[in-house]
């Protein structure tokens, strides 16, 4: 099994940044992570995810440029840098992973794993 818990959401203003994190801890190998969204009354989306080992990083196309994920192997944990932040931001983020080693990853199908979520906030 695989824990995982989000922190660093909170409520910001419009251009303002955060860090979030996720804590991964359990037996099971993890060879990619994620970071998907969820605003209220719509569907959870894809954000970001990375692969442990090599780092390699995918975007969804609404936050290249301004989110920027990235992974501490020492402390298990992914980050995902949000900078510029919009009101359209506004959701609750999830941290996701699996072991698989191939698959759709901008998919949630592809992810075991999911966090409890951390909200991030933006006002305008």
């Known amino acids: 099994q695989v824990q995982l818990v989000e922190s660093g959401g909170g409520s910001v203003q419009a251009g303002d940044s955060l860090r979030l994190s996720c804590a991964t801890s359990?037996?099971?190998?993890?060879?990619?992570s994620s970071w998907f969204r969820q605003a209220i009354g719509k569907e959870r989306e894809f954000v970001a995810a990375i692969e442990w080992s090599d780092g390699s990083t995918l975007y969804a196309d609404s936050v290249k440029g301004r989110f920027t994920i990235s992974r501490d192997n020492t402390k298990n944990t992914v980050y995902l840098q949000v900078n510029s932040l919009k009101p359209d931001d506004t959701a609750m983020y999830y941290c996701?992973?699996?072991?698989?080693?191939?698959?759709?990853?901008?998919?949630?199908?592809?992810?075991?794993?999911w966090g409890q979520g951390t909200q991030v906030t933006v006002s305008s």
């Open positions: 359990g037996r099971t190998f993890i060879r990619h």
């Open positions: 996701a992973a699996t072991p698989r080693y191939y698959g759709d990853y901008m998919s949630q199908t592809f992810y075991e794993y």
